[in-house]
């Protein structure tokens, strides 16, 4: 049964944030960047692992991610959710079951032993697939899913992810080129606000975490990281 809940959209990303902030899975550091496997040096962190943990916020984000389908997806566009291994998973699993569709999860790679599958479920040809990632900073991750689907023979014309970076002009390039309408729920600029509105956090952070978000690459390389990707 679809529970979906349709909240204005820009509610749902300050709700979104503010349970974020509230069980503490981001974190601004201004002084001492956080280091990504990429080299980037980054005053933000996230880990929407956490969202699993708390089964009220749970069930609000899984219900806010469904609504964001519908709205502006549709009702009748998908056969199944499939999600990206490991932290698409779960998320994929209670997305499906609010919007009544079958669930697949997609490894990384293929698993080397007895069929070599790199998806695990049921899937026919042609199926109309919707690719969930927990997160995504500029899509690279969400496409290694994307074209597994694409090459088992799923269609995907869209991809969720209930966090977006939205500050890399590299991801919206990538949907594009890629031919995939990405949906999200909220992004740094929302959490940021809210950091802002409640005063979580002293002038200069607030700064710097701002400066970060306004050009990611130029902070990352004053400040330790790479400066180009």
């Not at 697949?104 to 790679?109: D, F, G, M, N």
């Not at 990405?182 to 952070?205: C, G, M, N, P, S």
Request: glycine fraction near 8%; proline fraction near 3%.
């Amino acid at each position: 049964m679809i529970q979906a809940t349709f909240t204005d959209r820009a509610v749902m990303a300050e709700l979104v944030a503010k349970m974020l902030w509230e069980i503490k899975a981001v974190h601004f550091n201004a002084a001492q960047p956080y280091k990504f496997a990429s080299g980037m040096a980054s005053p933000v962190y996230i880990d929407c692992r956490k969202l699993l943990s708390f089964p009220r916020v749970r069930s609000t984000v899984m219900d806010f991610a469904a609504s964001v389908v519908l709205r502006e997806a549709g009702f009748e566009k998908f056969d199944c959710i499939a999600g990206g291994e490991t932290a698409g998973i779960p998320f994929a699993a209670l997305l499906a079951d609010r919007l009544s569709l079958p669930m697949i999860y997609v490894r990384k790679q293929p698993k080397g032993h007895g069929r070599n599958a790199q998806i695990e479920g049921n899937m026919p040809e042609g199926s109309r697939v919707l690719v969930i990632e927990d997160l995504t900073t500029a899509g690279g991750s969400m496409f290694k899913f994307i074209d597994a689907v694409r090459a088992a023979g799923g269609v995907v014309d869209h991809g969720i992810a209930l966090f977006y970076y939205g500050i890399f002009d590299e991801g919206a390039l990538r949907f594009a080129d890629g031919k995939v309408k990405l949906h999200y729920i909220a992004t740094w600029r929302d959490v940021l606000a809210v950091a802002k509105a409640q005063k979580l956090f002293d002038e200069t952070t607030l700064n710097e975490v701002e400066a970060f978000l306004d050009a990611p690459l130029a902070w990352s390389g004053r400040n330790g990281g790479i400066s180009s990707l």
